[in-house]
């Protein structure tokens, strides 16, 4: 997805959003801590991006991949707007009728009278084989 005569790529992104850049035969990924650091552009790199929280609003996190010519000229650049979405799964854990999406029972599952945790039943069947 790079321009032609793009030869090193910087990224920059808001505080929401961790970037990780992972080049072709090295096992550990690269933070992208700041603004102002280049990259080779070479085969293989890929930039993995993600969220540890909601977003508060539609498009409230954003990258930006800047790529840069021989002598660092900068060419373009490529933006992507990013949407945390929060999920959980919200359970009667402790059995008493009330569904809690905080209650300490959740992780763990105890069997009997007194039990508590979640039962999940799962369908694993070959319905599309």
């Known amino acids: ?15 929401g959003v961790s970037v990780d850049v992972l080049f072709r035969g090295r096992a550990e990924p690269e933070a ?5 650091t280049r990259w080779p552009l070479d085969e293989g790199t890929v930039l993995r991006f993600s969220m540890s929280r909601a977003s ?22 490529a933006g992507v ?10 359970v009667d ?7 809690e999406k905080n209650s300490p029972n959740k992780a763990s599952w105890a069997w009997g009278p007194e039990g508590h945790g979640a039962i999940l ?7 599309f084989p």
């Open 1 to 15: 997805a790079a321009p032609a005569g793009a030869v090193a790529f910087g990224v920059k992104h808001t505080d």
């Open 32 to 36: 992208v801590s700041g603004a102002g």
């Open 56 to 77: 508060s609003e539609v498009n409230d996190n954003k990258v930006t991949v800047s790529f840069y010519a021989e002598g660092g000229k900068p060419i373009n650049q």
């Open 81 to 90: 707007f990013l949407t945390g979405v929060g999920i959980s799964l919200d």
């Open 93 to 99: 854990a402790d059995q008493d009728g009330v569904v």
């Open 121 to 127: 039943l799962v369908s694993c069947d070959k319905e």
